[in-house]
């Protein structure tokens, strides 16, 4: 490809690109909050429902930029009392797929 041509990457936030067509349901949930988080488990706070059983990637961008993309399946997904359209779920952390740098902006 001829460098005069080369068009620079202009997205303002990463993206995630899958070797081979998939079927499922994409949806991007901008952010959440993480009550708690250990090895195999976390705690996230959303304000997007969810399912028992599902399965999602979720991205994390430390403060330093660098970015960790984690498989993880909902345990339980349960509305917060008091709070309107947030919920609580506990989520099992299955594997780390990736670690890099990245944006310094917040996943």
């Given at each position: 490809m001829?460098?005069?041509?080369?068009?620079?990457?202009?997205?303002?936030?990463?993206?995630?690109?899958?070797?081979?067509?998939?079927?499922?349901?994409?949806?991007?949930?901008?952010?959440?909050?993480?009550?708690?988080?250990?090895?195999?488990?976390?705690?996230?706070l959303?304000?997007?429902?969810?399912?028992?059983?599902?399965?999602?990637?979720?991205?994390?961008?430390?403060?330093?930029?660098?970015?960790?993309?984690?498989?993880?399946?909902?345990?339980?997904?349960e509305?917060?009392?008091?709070?309107?359209?947030?919920?609580?779920?506990?989520?099992?952390?299955?594997?780390?797929?990736?670690?890099?740098?990245?944006?310094?902006?917040?996943?």
């Amino acid at each position: 490809m001829n460098d005069e041509y080369r068009m620079t990457d202009r997205r303002r936030f990463p993206r995630d690109v899958f070797p081979a067509p998939i079927s499922g349901r994409a949806e991007v949930v901008d952010d959440c909050l993480v009550e708690a988080w250990s090895d195999d488990h976390a705690v996230l706070l959303t304000t997007h429902v969810a399912v028992e059983g599902g399965r999602f990637v979720m991205r994390l961008t430390s403060a330093s930029g660098e970015v960790t993309r984690h498989t993880v399946r909902i345990l339980t997904a349960e509305p917060i009392e008091g709070e309107r359209r947030s919920f609580r779920l506990q989520v099992s952390v299955e594997r780390t797929l990736s670690a890099q740098r990245g944006s310094t902006q917040a996943s």
